[in-house]
């Protein structure tokens, strides 16, 4: 059974970066698709980045790409979310979550299992 834990999340100014960051426990990550996803106030969960052995790495809102990046540490067992110039529009939970079948997917449904989730506020 596999089990994710997020950490990293914080208060951050606009401009600023983070790190999130998914480690698992049980079974490699590398055997999944893993998706980050954000949910901000009163909005659904959202894809926003992945990482797979099939699909290489993807992002999803326009808004991200060429801010965030998605990296996988096979030794740790941990995915990292890297987010910079981060805006207002960036405020919300993120989750981590891992699909069997090892191909990205923007919907939530797909996915296997999910972490808890960490708070991310971009505020000044």
């Known amino acids: 059974q596999l089990r994710l834990v997020e950490s990293g999340g914080a208060l951050v100014q606009p401009g600023g970066s983070l790190r999130l960051s998914c480690a698992g426990s049980g079974v490699p990550l590398d055997q999944y698709a893993i998706t980050w996803f954000r949910q901000a106030p009163g909005k659904v969960r959202a894809a926003v980045s992945c990482?797979?052995?099939?699909?290489?790495?993807?992002h999803w809102p326009d808004s991200v790409k060429g801010r965030f990046e998605i990296s996988r540490d096979d030794t740790t067992n941990t995915v990292y979310l890297h987010m910079n110039s981060l805006r207002p529009d960036d405020t919300g939970v993120y989750y981590c979550?891992?699909?069997?079948?090892?191909?990205?997917?923007?919907?939530?449904?797909?996915?296997?299992?999910w972490g808890q989730g960490t708070q991310v506020t971009v505020s000044s």
């Open positions: 990482i797979s052995d099939e699909d290489g790495t993807r």
């Open positions: 979550a891992a699909r069997k079948i090892d191909l990205c997917s923007d919907d939530p449904d797909s996915y296997d299992y």
